[in-house]
C-alpha cells in the first residue's frame, strides 16, 4: 500500500535555529498537507498545498513557516527560528479530503 | 478550540464485544465526518466517514452513526478485537475547506 514518507522521524535542534522537515508523499496525489500535535493536544491542521500554492493556513501557519514542493517529489516544511514551543510531532499528509493519508511524523523537539 | 469534544478519553472493552466511540460538535457548518485511528508512532489512519446527508455508514467491523440535530457522532466497532487498540479521533470539516478539525482522541483497549 502506498505510504507517505517523513524525515527524519527525530529532530532536536537549538532554539533559535532553522529545521526543515521533509515529507515524500504518495506519488498521484495532488493535495499536500502539514498537521502537528503538541505532546497531550489535539492534532491541528497547519497548512493545504495543491498546485504549487498554498490553499488553505491556519492562524498557526504565520510567517515563521513555509513549505515548499521543491522538485517532483519532496514536500518540505521550513520554519524559520525555532521557538521551544514549536517542540511537536508534526504530520505530513497527501491526498483529498475524503481520507488522506497521514505520514508516521517528525518528532520535533526545541531546546 | 472547543469545536468538537471526546469527552471520554479512555475505553476499555472485552474481545468480541461492541465498542462505541463518540463525539460531540458544536460547529454546524460541519458537513463532511470522519474517524481516524492512531497507534503509537504511526500517523493518524484514515478509518470511515459520512456525509451530512447521511446519518449512517457501515464498513465491516465499523459503522459511523451521525445525528445531525444533536451535533453528534459516534463509531460502532462489532466485534471488537485486540487488534483495534488505538487512538480514535473524530474529525470534521466544511465544504469549501480542506481543513481537517480534529477531536483529542480517545485510547480504545480491547482485552483479550
Known amino acids: 500500500e502506498p505510504e507517505v514518507t517523513q524525515t527524519p522521524s527525530h529532530q532536536v535542534t537549538q532554539m533559535g535555529q532553522e529545521v526543515i522537515l521533509r515529507c515524500v508523499p504518495i506519488?498521484?496525489?495532488?493535495?499536500f498537507y502539514w498537521y502537528r500535535q503538541i505532546l497531550g493536544q489535539k492534532v491541528e491542521f497547519l497548512v493545504s498545498?495543491?498546485?504549487?500554492?498554498?490553499?488553505?493556513k491556519s492562524e498557526i501557519f504565520d510567517d515563521q513557516f513555509s513549505v515548499e514542493r521543491p522538485d517532483g517529489s519532496n514536500f518540505t516544511l521550513k520554519i524559520r527560528s525555532t521557538k521551544l514551543e514549536d517542540s511537536a510531532m508534526y504530520f505530513c499528509?497527501?491526498?483529498?479530503?475524503?481520507?488522506?493519508?497521514f505520514g508516521s511524523g517528525t518528532r520535533l523537539t526545541v531546546v | 478550540d472547543q469545536q468538537v469534544k471526546q469527552n471520554s478519553p479512555s475505553l476499555s472493552v472485552q474481545e468480541g464485544r461492541i465498542s462505541i466511540l463518540n463525539c460531540d460538535y458544536t460547529?454546524?457548518?460541519?458537513?463532511?465526518f470522519l474517524w481516524y485511528k492512531k497507534y503509537p508512532a504511526e500517523g493518524p489512519t484514515f478509518l470511515i466517514s459520512?456525509?451530512?446527508?447521511?446519518d449512517k455508514n457501515e464498513d465491516g467491523r465499523f459503522t459511523v452513526f451521525l445525528n445531525k440535530s444533536a451535533k453528534h457522532l459516534s463509531l460502532h466497532i462489532v466485534p471488537s478485537q485486540p487488534g483495534d487498540s488505538a487512538v480514535y479521533f473524530c474529525?470534521?470539516?466544511?465544504?469549501?475547506?480542506?481543513?481537517?478539525?480534529f477531536g483529542k482522541g480517545m485510547k480504545l483497549t480491547v482485552n483479550p
Open positions: 460547529n454546524s457548518m460541519f458537513d463532511y
Open positions: 474529525s470534521f470539516t466544511q465544504g469549501g475547506s480542506e481543513k481537517l478539525v
Open positions: 506519488s498521484n496525489h495532488l493535495y
Open positions: 499528509a497527501s491526498g483529498q479530503i475524503y481520507g488522506y493519508t
Open positions: 498545498f495543491y498546485n504549487n500554492e498554498i490553499s488553505e
Open positions: 459520512i456525509s451530512s446527508i447521511k
